[in-house]
């Protein structure tokens, strides 16, 4: 039987759902992967102050913290939440078309804010169909997401290779193309329909906090939050430093790419360490792993020495994820678990803002140094992570894999 016109049936999954959405997947990542460690040096070629590129970095993360959301509930309440995916792609390619005219700051800083309000969105929404697809017929999200990963990894080492033959030239139509493929990707996503719950972006609007309001998952939440925002000087002036420092494009790539790859790893083994190491065992190491990472960073490595510690990155962020979404769905309530998700995305994108944006700061006043900041920003996120756990209820004190009821 067919849906009435106009209607998406439900009933079962539409064809080829799972390669449809890792496609999708895809595309935003291999924006990310030019974006993330190559904007910054491209930004530093039209000779920029480092406050300035801080500046242009975190005005946009602070401004999708809250734009984001909105875009999450136009998602949620439109036909079809595939349909403001083709928006935000188009939107975010217009933007990118525009910066390859613009070399001064203040219309860098309006354009690259713009489009991180237009594409914020485009992320978080091909999550909420792929986990859409997770509840209603039982797909695998992690087969789903890695190919994202993947092709974040192809599109950095990619971008390290044209690096060191055009040098920052290439970052803007690199991302540019990009840009294209998630229009493209946009028009394959599966239609499923209007959602049966909020995606978590738009919660942050729609939904009271709720159970996240307990002191311990408060706690826990901006401690992780900081411990994120700790990297904030890396994302920001790492690939300027290494350049600097001599590396070339390839291995700048190869040193973000195997970052990745670590996270990867710990998440595909994530299930089988969970029997072993409670979920606190695995954000209080990764806390503590962050503050030795930025401890060690200042000193000079080496290739081989840097890249050992890239390795350390499925702790300093893989760990501390999987502690923190499954100590939510331990004390939240699953009525209230969208809302929860939605203030750690709030938290998360504000101290990456804060950091980022001081980050231009230390960065012209320290250099690399500045770095030993970022371990007291991870530090004061492991306080709160152990306050955290000291204030939780001591039925689930001992480990992270009881249950609570709800």
Same mark, same amino acid.
């Given at each position: 039987? @067919?849906?009435? @016109?106009?209607?998406?049936?439900?009933?079962?999954?539409?064809? @080829?759902?799972?390669?449809?959405?890792? #496609?999708?997947?895809?595309?935003?990542? *291999?924006?990310?992967?030019?974006?993330?460690?190559?904007?910054?040096? %491209? &930004?530093?070629? +039209? !000779?920029?102050?480092?406050?300035? #590129?801080?500046?242009?970095?975190?005005?946009?993360?602070? $401004?999708?913290?809250?734009?984001?959301?909105?875009?999450?509930?136009?998602?949620?309440?439109?036909?079809?939440?595939?349909?403001?995916?083709?928006?935000?792609?188009?939107?975010?390619?217009?933007?990118?078309?525009a +910066?390859?005219?613009?070399?001064?700051?203040?219309?860098?800083?309006?354009? =690259?804010?713009? /489009?991180?309000?237009?594409?914020a969105?485009? &992320?978080?929404?091909t999550?909420?169909?792929?986990?859409?697809?997770?509840?209603?017929?039982?797909?695998?999200?992690?087969r789903?997401?890695? %190919?994202?990963?993947?092709?974040? $990894?192809?599109?950095t080492?990619?971008?390290?290779?044209?690096?060191?033959?055009?040098?920052?030239?290439?970052?803007?139509?690199?991302?540019?193309?990009?840009?294209?493929?998630?229009?493209?990707?946009?028009?394959?996503?599966?239609?499923?329909?209007?959602?049966?719950?909020?995606?978590?972006? !738009?919660?942050?609007?729609?939904?009271?906090?709720?159970?996240?309001g /307990?002191?311990?998952?408060?706690?826990?939440?901006?401690?992780?939050? *900081?411990?994120?925002?700790?990297?904030?000087?890396?994302?920001?002036?790492?690939? #300027?430093?290494?350049?600097?420092?001599? =590396?070339?494009?390839?291995? #700048?790539? &190869?040193?973000?790419s195997?970052?990745?790859?670590?996270?990867?790893?710990?998440?595909?083994?994530?299930?089988?360490?969970?029997?072993?190491?409670?979920? %606190?065992?695995?954000?209080?190491?990764?806390?503590?792993?962050?503050?030795?990472? %930025?401890?060690?960073?200042?000193?000079?490595?080496?290739?081989?020495?840097?890249?050992?510690? /890239?390795?350390?990155?499925?702790?300093?962020?893989? !760990?501390? @994820?999987?502690?923190?979404?499954?100590?939510?769905?331990?004390?939240?309530?699953?009525?209230?678990?969208?809302?929860? /998700?939605g203030?750690?995305?709030?938290?998360?994108?504000?101290?990456?803002a +804060?950091?980022?944006?001081?980050?231009?700061?230390?960065?012209?006043?320290?250099?690399?140094?500045g770095?030993?900041?970022? !371990?007291?920003?991870?530090?004061?996120?492991?306080?709160?992570?152990?306050?955290?756990?000291?204030?939780?209820?001591?039925?689930?004190?001992?480990?992270?894999?009881?249950?609570?009821?709800?």
């Amino acid at each position: 039987m @067919h849906a009435p @016109h106009g209607l998406v049936a439900t009933a079962g999954p539409p064809r @080829h759902f799972v390669l449809r959405i890792a #496609i999708v997947f895809c595309a935003p990542m *291999l924006v990310n992967g030019i974006a993330l460690p190559f904007f910054p040096v %491209w &930004l530093s070629t +039209l !000779s920029m102050t480092d406050w300035e #590129i801080g500046l242009v970095l975190a005005v946009p993360m602070v $401004i999708r913290v809250f734009t984001a959301p909105i875009a999450g509930v136009i998602a949620d309440r439109i036909g079809d939440r595939a349909s403001v995916l083709v928006w935000s792609g188009t939107m975010s390619l217009a933007t990118a078309v525009a +910066l390859l005219f613009t070399e001064s700051f203040w219309p860098v800083l309006v354009l =690259y804010t713009l /489009q991180g309000i237009v594409y914020a969105p485009y &992320l978080p929404i091909t999550d909420a169909i792929a986990l859409s697809g997770v509840r209603r017929w039982n797909f695998d999200y992690s087969r789903m997401r890695f %190919w994202g990963s993947l092709a974040f $990894i192809v599109s950095t080492m990619i971008g390290g290779w044209l690096s060191g033959i055009f040098g920052g030239a290439m970052v803007l139509p690199a991302m540019t193309v990009g840009f294209v493929t998630t229009v493209f990707t946009a028009f394959i996503a599966p239609r499923i329909g209007k959602p049966r719950r909020p995606s978590p972006i !738009s919660a942050l609007v729609v939904a009271p906090t709720g159970s996240s309001g /307990q002191m311990d998952v408060q706690l826990m939440m901006i401690g992780a939050a *900081l411990v994120n925002g700790s990297h904030g000087m890396f994302y920001a002036f790492i690939a #300027i430093l290494w350049g600097a420092a001599g =590396y070339s494009g390839t291995e #700048i790539g &190869l040193l973000f790419s195997v970052g990745v790859a670590a996270e990867i790893v710990f998440f595909i083994l994530s299930a089988r360490l969970n029997r072993t190491f409670s979920l %606190w065992t695995m954000i209080v190491f990764g806390s503590a792993v962050a503050i030795f990472r %930025w401890v060690a960073f200042p000193h000079d490595l080496g290739f081989a020495g840097y890249f050992a510690l /890239q390795c350390l990155h499925a702790f300093t962020f893989a !760990s501390i @994820h999987v502690g923190v979404q499954g100590r939510i769905i331990e004390r939240v309530a699953e009525e209230k678990e969208a809302s929860t /998700q939605g203030l750690y995305f709030f938290y998360n994108g504000i101290f990456m803002a +804060l950091t980022t944006f001081l980050s231009g700061y230390l960065f012209a006043w320290y250099g690399i140094d500045g770095f030993y900041a970022m !371990s007291v920003v991870a530090a004061l996120g492991l306080a709160l992570v152990l306050l955290a756990r000291s204030r939780q209820p001591q039925r689930l004190a001992s480990g992270g894999n009881t249950r609570e009821s709800s």
